[in-house]
């Protein structure tokens, strides 16, 4: 059976930091991660929606989605068109 270890009993886990008598930080090998700290907004602070117009980027981004779906269109409908010519050509 496999051996499992907690952290409480394993020795040789590296300690987080911790502050000495004589106020010297000894730093153990431990990352700090980023949501080590509070991540809670302030209770002023608002969401703001992106709006289309709000930069250029943001023009030429919604512009590109429009040119895209317009061609992704017109390419489906061409089929659309043309199948009565196509059955008659394969006889189907």
Known sequence: ????????????????????SDNTIHVASVPAGPGSEDDTPPLHAVNVAL????????????????????????????????IPYVCITFHT
Do not use: H, Q
């Open 51 to 82: 709006r289309w117009n709000g930069s250029k980027t943001m023009i030429w981004r919604v512009l590109a989605t429009f040119w895209c779906a317009l061609v992704m269109g017109s390419n489906d409908a061409a089929y659309g068109a043309i």
């Open 1 to 20: 059976m496999a051996e499992t270890e907690t952290i409480s009993t394993n020795p040789n886990l590296p300690r987080p930091p911790s502050i000495s």
